[in-house]
């Protein structure tokens, strides 16, 4: 994960900040999605590079992310606590949220179809797995 954050920093210190965006969009959702919602994808698209931060703001986003490690605090969260993955994240790998789930006292890992967006992706399985821990509450 550290490595593709520092390509993405690089790419889009070269190539900008909607750039990036768009190519990241080729990666959060799965080729099914593409091939077979290509109207669709091409919205989530559009709205991604309308609401794209400056590049210098996603740099430091990016950068951001890859300092901040809160991981030694995760056995202080003591509320009911649901993970979920996508079977077909290659930006998220499982195995993080699977070490998430495992650091967090009473959570729940869920792993649900699509890519790193499933909630749109995927919507029926993610609610039901949202719906699922909420009803077991």
Request: hydrophobic share 45%; aromatic share 8%; proline share 6%.
């Amino acid at each position: 994960v550290r490595r593709t954050q520092e390509q993405m920093i690089d790419l889009t210190g070269r190539a900008g900040a909607a750039f990036s965006l768009q190519f990241v969009m080729t990666l959060a959702f799965t080729p099914a999605f593409f091939a077979e919602r290509d109207a669709e994808a091409q919205e989530y698209d559009s709205a991604a590079l309308a609401l794209a931060p400056s590049t210098d703001v996603f740099v430091r986003q990016l950068e951001a992310s890859m300092s901040h490690d809160t991981s030694d605090r995760l056995q202080d969260i003591r509320i009911p606590t649901l993970v979920i993955a996508a079977r077909e994240d290659v930006l998220i790998p499982r195995e993080l949220s699977t070490r998430l789930a495992d650091g967090i006292p009473s959570a729940i890992l869920r792993v649900v179809p699509g890519g790193h967006c499933c909630l749109w992706e995927q919507p029926a399985p993610f609610n039901a797995a949202i719906v699922e821990f909420l009803g077991s509450q």
